[in-house]
């Protein structure tokens, strides 16, 4: 008890020299802990964000060669697909039916490129939900060729509610079609990803990329647990393959792998995913400057929600007889987590650079106050405090630094953190966002571990000072004249 | 009396067969209009021979402040299928180039020294063209003549030819072809969409004539949709000598940027 006492006394007495330890020590637990929990916001919000646009966790899209030998995105007749879905016996939160409009929307001289999803609104409660509106109304007057359309988007076009709009879009077979719509609704721009995105009626959408009634391009589900996304697709995987002829998932990130199709339980590999036509005329552009990881990441979306490539689709596909393939949230994520885990990774470097220069900092302090403290340890030898003691004493001042540090430092990154979100951002893709703010998601295995190495690492740089202090010989540390 | 109006019956029914049977002999139908198309077509492909032009492009839009202008040289091998184009402006864009074999084609950036493969049906930068109109004509084979009607466009009497199609894959689902009557060139083709309305209109105002090939020099393609928006592309230096076969190549396209 004492040798705290001693030690807290220490701490006190030199302000100065352990308020700059604290804040070194504090500025490396400030740093990771702010970057972890942006991340985590990010990684969050990018999953939720996803969630929400593509309406589930797990997407089946299928692929049909035409009599021309086109390929086509389009799912016939969903009754296979949903009993394979109650088979299965995953818990499903939804399963919902959209197409993908790729193009551009008109009025008059105003022309912009658009995504339009094509939806059915009875089902979309929970897109009706968060897709909140500035002007108009999901239910008053939503005719077939309604459409909402996100506030900047109508911002461009100089478009109100009630206004007719024209899109211009490419079929499934890419010929060239043009349907118009009326606005019924404008969305509020919570998401600039989503604000790329306008929503339109199913059937309407599927007319317009020369589709039959019913027919539809991708069957989304909202998994009750996102959790078990990979889990259920694996399930639904095997069981869909049963009956009908699936494309397996590429197990490896890169999608030029070769893709497997199982055929009742037959497997077939082709070494080349051909790519189909789904419909659109691309346009889209980046996402907000975000650079080449964002171009991937729009890659990978299109590819995995439908929107342009079809992975999977086999040069096998046979006239009439559809290729269904599975993608999840997760494939989507790929290339966010990738961007996230480099972000992680040069974040963590530079808490391990900090903690190296905290190190040498604490040791060579810790060195002076052994100098300093020469004819005092002395002092307290010859009163009869053990070698052991003194060692401690100069461990458990190592260890208020590194708590006093690392606690700091983890308290001001949550203030830092927490205050931020109420901040609106610009400048950043509101894919990462949530209602156009960032989120910070504490990590408490990330704190624990943060509060746990400064507090050990404190300690191993002072333990060489800590520990000649205690060896020093009590007559020989008295005559000095430190 | 009687004789009088037997033979006014006579000459009356006499009138009305002989112009019954002239109209007939003289009257068009769907089937021959469609080979008129394809001579149209036959016109304007340089089978025999290659065929190298400057090509110059001046593209409006409400968005823009001024028009904005491109240049390329063109390669044909009609032949072959195959053609290659190569930017001269602007500046920026200059070396850039694109390679149609069939119906693959490739682009090819200076910058990141890479081909990525490019479909027909894309507009080319910026512009209302697309790939597909710098190919060879195929509007014979890619569309049926439906219907037609007389008319007049300008100064010259034309025959309006309603045209469908022939598969989902053609890039308009409809066209109306305006062929002069006299010498079957094609001066306006209106392109609709699937859902029958006017997409894109163009004209072909002024003709080259060298041997029995017609060479439209100057093409207009006005975006229907967005007023203001259109097209002007006009062909110059034109010249049908041999091409070297190294030239249809990406390695030729890369050399030159070397």
Do not use: C
Not at chain 1, 425 to 443: A, C, E, K, P, T
Not at chain 2, 56 to 82: I, L
């Amino acid at each position: 008890m004492i040798v705290r006492q001693i030690a807290l006394r220490n701490v006190l007495r030199q302000k100065r020299r352990s308020l700059l330890l604290i804040a070194a020590i504090a500025f490396g637990a400030f740093a990771i802990t702010l970057l972890t929990g942006i991340t985590g916001g990010i990684e969050g919000n990018t999953r939720g964000n996803l969630t929400n646009l593509y309406g589930g966790h797990l997407y089946i899209r299928g692929v049909e060669r035409l009599e021309t030998g086109t390929l086509i995105q389009v799912i016939r007749d969903e009754t296979p697909l949903v009993a394979a879905i109650d088979e299965a016996g995953i818990e499903v939160e939804s399963v919902l039916k959209r197409t993908s409009i790729r193009g551009s929307l008109i009025m008059g001289s105003f022309e912009s490129s658009a995504t339009i999803m094509g939806v059915d609104w009875k089902e979309e409660a929970l897109l009706k939900e968060r897709l909140p509106l500035v002007s108009g109304s999901f239910d008053s007057g939503m005719a077939e060729n309604s459409i909402i359309i996100p506030e900047k988007l109508a911002l461009k076009l100089k478009a109100e509610v009630g206004d007719e709009i024209l899109a211009r879009m490419t079929t499934v077979t890419n010929q060239n079609n043009v349907v118009n719509f009326i606005v019924a609704g404008i969305a509020k721009d919570t998401s600039d990803y989503a604000d790329a995105y306008s929503y339109a009626d199913l059937d309407y959408t599927a007319k317009a990329l020369n589709l039959q009634p019913g027919e539809f391009q991708s069957l989304n589900i909202l998994l009750k647990d996102a959790d078990s996304t990979d889990a259920a697709a694996a399930i639904l995987q095997e069981t869909m393959a049963k009956t009908l002829t699936v494309s397996v998932r590429p197990t490896t990130t890169d999608p030029t792998t070769s893709t497997t199709v199982a055929t009742g339980g037959e497997t077939v590999t082709s070494p080349v995913p051909a790519t189909g036509k789904t419909g659109g005329m691309g346009g889209m552009g980046g996402m907000g400057g975000m650079g080449g990881g964002m171009s991937s990441l729009r890659s990978s979306l299109g590819t995995v929600a439908g929107v342009s490539g079809v992975p999977g689709a086999t040069t096998d596909a046979a006239v009439g007889k559809p290729i269904y393939s599975i993608s999840t949230i997760n494939d989507m994520m790929k290339t966010v987590d990738n961007l996230l885990s480099i972000l992680d990774s040069i974040g963590k470097a530079a808490f391990g650079i900090l903690l190296v220069i905290t190190m040498v900092g604490i040791g060579n302090t810790f060195r002076m106050m052994l100098l300093e403290r020469t004819k005092e340890i002395g002092t307290m030898r010859a009163l009869g405090m053990q070698r052991k003691e003194v060692l401690w004493v100069f461990l458990y001042e190592a260890i208020f630094l590194g708590l006093a540090g690392s606690l700091a430092g983890i308290l001001l990154a949550f203030v830092i953190g927490f205050a931020s979100q109420l901040l609106p951002m610009s400048g950043i893709n509101s894919l990462f966002l949530l209602r156009g703010h960032i989120s910070f998601v504490i990590d408490y295995v990330m704190v624990a571990i943060v509060l746990a190495s400064l507090i050990a690492l404190s300690v191993i740089a002072a333990f060489s000072p800590s520990r000649r202090a205690s060896l020093l010989d009590p007559a020989a540390a008295l005559r000095s004249t430190h | 009396m009687m004789n009088t109006f037997k033979f006014a019956r006579r000459l009356l029914l006499a009138t009305a067969f002989f112009t019954i049977t002239s109209a007939s002999a003289f009257a068009i139908t769907n089937e021959e209009l469609q080979e008129k198309l394809s001579l149209s077509d036959y016109r304007a492909t340089f089978s025999g021979s290659d065929f190298q032009a400057t090509i110059k492009m001046v593209s409006t839009d409400p968005t823009f402040t001024e028009p904005k202008v491109r240049e390329y040289t063109q390669f044909r091998r009609d032949g072959n299928d195959a053609m290659v184009m190569v930017t001269l402006l602007p500046e920026v864009d200059k070396g850039q180039g694109k390679l149609r074999i069939d119906e693959n084609m490739w682009s090819y950036d200076p910058e990141s020294r890479n081909f990525t493969h490019t479909t027909l049906k894309e507009n080319i930068e910026g512009t209302d063209v697309k790939n597909n109109d710098m190919k060879k004509p195929t509007i014979a084979t890619d569309y049926t003549v439906v219907g037609f009607k007389e008319g007049k466009l300008g100064a010259f009497d034309v025959y309006i030819i309603d045209l469908k199609a022939v598969n989902e894959e053609v890039p308009y689902a409809f066209q109306k072809a305006y062929m002069r009557k006299d010498n079957f060139v094609l001066l306006m083709i209106q392109s609709y969409s699937l859902t029958d309305r006017l997409l894109r209109t163009t004209y072909y105002p002024t003709y080259s004539k060298i041997d029995d090939k017609y060479i439209a020099t100057t093409t207009i393609y006005k975006d229907e949709l967005v007023a203001g928006k259109q097209t002007t592309v006009t062909m110059f230096n034109i010249s049908l000598a041999p091409i070297p076969d190294t030239v249809f190549s990406k390695a030729y396209i890369e050399k030159i940027n070397k």
